[in-house]
């Protein structure tokens, strides 16, 4: 199985479905052998600071790199 790897700290977005959604990953973990998970916590100005579950198949590298970040 090929995936891209991800490291804490990339800006990410989501592949695919309804809502554009782009964060930062705060945590990767493997929950099986091969199955890795990635926490992404939100800096798109409507989901700000939700953090959300993906597979790391589910999210690919944001260009540009660094997106605008909205304080709260």
């Known amino acids: 199985m090929t995936f891209r790897t991800f490291r804490v700290g990339d800006i990410v977005e989501k592949v695919g479905g309804r809502a554009r959604f782009w964060g930062e990953v705060v945590a990767l973990y493997q929950i099986e052998p091969g199955e890795w998970r990635a926490d992404v916590k939100a800096i798109h100005p ?3 600071n939700l953090v959300h ?5 589910q999210i690919r590298l944001r260009a540009p790199l660094q997106p605008e970040r909205t304080q709260p």
């Open 46 to 48: 409507e989901f700000l």
């Open 53 to 57: 579950i993906y597979d790391t198949r």
